[in-house]
């Protein structure tokens, strides 16, 4: 079982840049794929982006495609997602996902454990 603990949220300005980081402790964390997705106040839990286990394809909502970068380092047990041109619309709780069976999915149903999310708030 991996713990994960999301870092880097805060308030910034529209058109700034955030990023995220997640930290995992325990479990076999470079085999699981990871993921980020998030959630705004009244609505579902929805998909932001996703890495293999290895690093070597990633995945990215619509929404975010162009703007953000997810990436890793299993040496450190880190995930990261790189999130520009921020907007209104980006303001969410944001939550790190892991998936054990080291694929990269974009429904929440496919992830085993998930951190407490970190608040991101993207003024006008």
């Known amino acids: 079982q991996v713990q994960l603990v999301e870092s880097g949220g805060g308030l910034v300005q529209t058109g700034g840049s955030l990023r995220l980081s997640c930290a995992g402790a325990g479990g076999q964390f470079s085999t699981y794929g990871m993921g980020w997705f998030r959630q705004a106040p009244g609505k579902e839990r929805e998909f932001v982006a996703a890495i293999r286990w290895s690093g070597g394809r990633t995945y990215y909502a619509d929404s975010v495609k162009g703007r953000g970068t997810i990436s890793r380092d299993n040496v450190k047990n880190m995930v990261y997602v790189q999130m520009n041109s921020l907007k209104p619309e980006d303001t969410a709780v944001y939550y790190c996902?892991?998936?054990?069976?080291?694929?990269?999915?974009?429904?929440?149903?496919?992830?085993?454990?998930w951190g407490q999310g970190t608040q991101v708030t993207v003024s006008s």
């Open positions: 996902a892991a998936s054990a069976s080291g694929y990269a999915g974009r429904r929440h149903g496919e992830y085993d454990y």
